[in-house]
Nanobody, 114 residues
Framework: QVQLVESGGGLVQPGGSLRLSCAAS????????MAWYRQAPGKQRVLVAT???????NYADSVKGRFTISRDSAVNTMYLQMNSLKPEDTAVYYC????????WGQGTQVTVSS
């Protein structure tokens, strides 16, 4: 089992920045990829960014150049640095880990509004 806990969400003005964290605990050695997803009100959950155990990253076109995914294996934590935030980035952001099965965090709300 793997437990994921997100933090760092909040209210930010357009153009601002936030850094989300996802702390992992449990049998994380089974994990070979992690990701951030987001779900806006009334919409499906969509993939934002992924990072493999080898450090390879991929991003949705909508966030390329603005968001950066990273992980610190020493503290078993994944991050999402979000810059130049737009109102359309408003969503609940979820941490995901893929190994023997898919694990999810509880989500953290990000609201971009003036």
């Amino acid at each position: 089992q793997v437990q994921l806990v997100e933090s760092g969400g909040g209210l930010v003005q357009p153009g601002g920045s936030l850094r989300l964290s996802c702390a992992a605990s449990g049998s994380f050695f089974r994990i070979y990829a992690m990701a951030w997803y987001r779900q806006a009100p009334g919409k499906q959950r969509v993939l934002v960014a992924t990072i493999t155990s080898g450090g390879t990253t991929n991003y949705a076109d909508s966030v390329k150049g603005r968001f950066t995914i990273s992980r610190d294996s020493a503290v078993n934590t994944m991050y999402l640095q979000m810059n130049s935030l737009k109102p359309e980035d408003t969503a609940v952001y979820y941490c995901n880990a893929v190994g023997d099965m898919s694990y999810w965090g509880q989500g953290t709300q990000v609201t971009v509004s003036s």
